[in-house]
């Protein structure tokens, strides 16, 4: 089986790489079947330098070539449609539920300021409200008739 993969050469932090189809069971630096470009990642302030030769890359892909995922990325941006079948795809995580942001510390400082204010005014209108029950409570026990004990019946 063929594959369209990146053999590196070069020297030590100055590498480019050879854009090759070889048997898939080579090793990656070997023996390779048609070289049918290069991409040298240096040139042009960092950005690189990407030569091919896309009538080849075409004739092999549709001959039954597979491509490592490297080279389609890099043909893909390059314009080579029919590189896109062999970028692969990461499993993707489901989206966080967006949540509402964090209250900041003034904002917690107003809202706690509002209920211990909130708090404060309830507290001082129970006690009102006890003494007017209480207040009530001893005119109902007035207006009554105060029921007298009986003593047992003797038998």
């Known amino acids: 089986m063929l594959i369209i993969r990146f053999a590196r050469r070069g020297r030590r932090n100055r590498a480019f790489y050879d854009l090759v189809v070889a048997e898939k069971a080579r090793a990656v630096q070997k023996k390779y079947v048609e070289k049918l470009g290069y991409f040298d990642p240096h040139t042009d302030g960092g950005a690189g330098k990407f030569e091919y030769d896309i009538d080849a890359v075409k004739k092999y892909i549709g001959n039954g070539a597979q491509m490592s995922d490297s080279v389609a990325k890099k043909l893909t941006k390059a314009g080579v449609k029919e590189a896109e079948k062999f970028v692969l795809r990461r499993a993707s995580k489901p ?11 003034e904002e917690l400082v107003a809202e706690n300021a509002e209920e211990t204010s909130a708090a404060e005014e309830a507290k001082a209108e129970e006690p009102k409200a006890e003494v007017v029950e209480e207040s009530s409570a001893k005119e109902e026990a007035a207006s009554e008739p105060k029921a007298t004990e009986e003593a047992p019946a003797a038998e």
């Open 95 to 105: 989206p966080k539920p967006v949540e509402a942001p964090e209250p900041k510390a």
